[in-house]
């Protein structure tokens, strides 16, 4: 008993009775006051690598250089590129900024600025994010808003796209709050009538209602494994004051609001003329906070998404591009496809512009030409490998595609 009584922290020294905890271990003990003490310069330590590791790729990755990568996946968007470059060199800025002492007379806080991007299918939204995320040495996550409901309905909770960014992050909460999150489908989660009415609109207007605090920054309690499936989990604090949003969205039908604001707004001897300089093909160009206001989107919410971008429509040109010049490009996928079975895969010129003549009269955008090329290769990807022929060549003509696509189902594909 006597022994047991002198047993005292192997660190600082206290005796059992001065602690609340005293641990075990095999050469001898370490009290509650040594394990805090330890734990706030192990976190101290590992934050300074951190933000060694921050300053590091500031150097490395301006927003130029953020531009050249996703040129060489995504064609065209020039605007939208430097728009999201910009966003996450600003990013990186600001944590670095946020992780230094900053001395009394230096008040000055960087905020952040949440993006929207607008585009119509298949111009590459989602692509850009995708492409951005390879990049970055912070967290990054794509979450949809077609799921999302008002607290206490079916669906899931707007926690749960922090839920998804702190798995990505693995679950490290600072890391986590330097992360960036794309939500994408933005525009479905639209006021669905200015009417009032008799039931709630809990997956349009109390969505957006819920995102407000999300957007801005406040401290959320966050389920861990998604709330829905796991109810009995404890809530994670996160605070999202650095956390980037980049919102996209189609907004099917806002060229017609643009188009009406445009008339109202010109009057008198000059309206012909200026109506005639607009580009009808591309009236996302001259989109605007009140556009999206009058398609849905709550005034609170604009707010708080300061950076309103467009994604150009895909004209001929920008179609025949993607087919054969990015990366990953869909000739290229295959290509790579039919190598893996032995065949040898080339298409013709001819072939090449009639898929993307197809992809402009269904008006699907760069999906599209997916779905012409999936039609025309189907009996091919079928059949070659069956033959069993060691080295086979195979060729795409202009009259092979436009016979495999004469009698398809894809026609109805068409958009009126």
């Keep these: 008993m006597d022994k047991k009584s002198q047993v005292k922290c192997s660190f600082c020294g206290r005796e059992k009775k001065d602690t609340n905890v005293l641990i075990a271990g095999i050469e001898g ?55 999201l470059s910009v966003a996450v060199y600003n990013h990186y800025k600001r944590l670095s900024q946020s992780s230094k002492t900053l001395g009394p007379d230096d008040e000055i806080e960087i905020e952040k600025s949440n993006i929207m991007l607008v585009g119509e299918t298949g111009t590459g939204k989602t692509l850009l994010a995708k492409t951005i995320a390879k990049i970055l040495n912070v967290p990054f ?54 009417n009032p009415s008799i039931s709630r609109d809990v997956s349009g207007e109390g969505v957006q209602q819920a995102m407000l605090k999300l957007l801005e920054g406040s401290v959320v309690g966050v389920p861990p494994q ?16 650095n956390i980037l949003f980049i919102c996209g969205g189609a907004f099917d039908g806002v060229q017609r609001l643009i188009e009406k604001r445009v008339k109202s707004q010109s009057l008198g001897f000059q309206a012909s003329k200026k109506m005639s300089m607009l580009d009808k ?20 919410l604009i707010g708080r998404l300061p950076v309103l971008s467009h994604l150009a429509p895909l004209d001929g040109s920008a179609l025949r591009r993607i087919l054969t010049e990015p990366k990953n490009a869909l000739v290229k996928q295959y290509v790579r496809l039919f190598e893996l079975d032995g065949i040898k895969l080339d298409l013709t010129k001819d072939a090449l512009d009639f898929v993307v003549e197809k992809a402009l ?7 599209g030409l997916r779905s012409i090329c999936e039609s025309i290769m189907m009996d091919a990807m079928f059949e070659l490998p069956s033959n069993g022929k060691e080295e086979q060549m195979f060729e795409v003509t202009l009259d092979y595609a436009k016979s495999k696509l004469s009698g398809d189902n894809l026609k109805n594909l068409k958009v009126a």
């Design 281 to 300: 093909d591309n009236l996302l160009q001259y989109i605007s906070p009140e556009d999206i206001k009058s398609f849905g989107i709550i005034p609170e």
């Design 226 to 241: 998604g709330g829905r499936k796991h109810p009995e989990q404890k809530l994670t604090q996160i605070d999202t004051k």
């Design 361 to 367: 009269e269904y008006k699907l955008g760069a999906r």
């Design 141 to 194: 996550c794509i979450a949809d808003a077609t799921v999302l409901t008002e607290a206490g309905y079916v669906g899931e909770d707007v926690e749960a796209i922090l839920s998804r960014l702190l798995q990505a992050a693995d679950f490290d909460v600072s890391s986590t709050e330097r992360g960036i999150v794309f939500i994408d489908e933005i525009d479905k989660i639209a006021r669905k009538s200015d």
């Design 29 to 83: 003990y370490i009290c509650d006051n040594c394990v805090t003490q330890a734990q706030g310069i192990v976190k101290e330590e590992g934050s300074e690598k951190i933000n060694a590791n921050l300053d590091k790729e500031l150097k490395l990755m301006k927003p130029t250089e953020i531009k050249k990568h996703l040129d060489q996946y995504v064609i065209g968007q020039d605007k939208a590129k430097k728009v």
